[in-house]
């Protein structure tokens, strides 16, 4: 996959997630269930899909325990800390955070209203 691809795709299947982090598949699905942080879209086929966000939190992951040598629980607490520090989940859409596209909605919609007035 080139970058091409990966910058036009919203989500990738696990075999793609994997190639794209060269971890193996069940490593992924492993650190799905110690880490809240990796959360795939599930289909009607119950098959995964992964967004950009996802595939940067599992290099993260993996970054920690093979380069800095961590263990899950030390990647695990890093991983808490750094979400906490401002690191927050953005919209893939958008590169806004969750927080900001749902505080500028609000302001859409007060400004709608005030308009109708």
Same mark, same amino acid.
């Given at each position: 996959? =080139?970058i091409e !691809?990966?910058?036009?795709? !919203?989500?990738?299947?696990?075999? !793609?997630?994997?190639?794209l982090?060269?971890?193996?598949?069940?490593?992924?699905?492993?650190?799905?269930?110690?880490? =809240?942080l990796?959360?795939?879209?599930?289909?009607?086929?119950?098959?995964?899909?992964?967004?950009?966000?996802?595939?940067?939190?599992?290099?993260?992951?993996?970054?920690?325990?093979?380069?800095?040598?961590?263990?899950?629980?030390?990647?695990?607490?890093?991983?808490?800390?750094?979400?906490?520090?401002?690191?927050?989940?953005?919209?893939?859409?958008?590169?806004?955070?969750?927080?900001?596209?749902?505080?500028?909605? !609000?302001?859409?919609?007060?400004?709608?209203?005030?308009?109708?007035?």
């Amino acid at each position: 996959m =080139n970058i091409e !691809e990966l910058q036009s795709k !919203e989500y990738f299947t696990i075999g !793609e997630a994997a190639k794209l982090c060269s971890v193996p598949e069940y490593t992924i699905r492993y650190w799905e269930k110690t880490f =809240n942080l990796i959360r795939p879209i599930r289909k009607e086929s119950k098959h995964r899909r992964y967004t950009k966000a996802d595939i940067n939190t599992i290099l993260k992951i993996k970054e920690l325990t093979q380069r800095h040598k961590m263990t899950l629980e030390g990647a695990k607490k890093h991983l808490s800390r750094y979400m906490a520090l401002g690191a927050k989940p953005k919209d893939s859409k958008t590169g806004y955070t969750v927080k900001d596209v749902n505080f500028l909605k !609000e302001i859409k919609e007060t400004l709608s209203q005030i308009i109708k007035e």
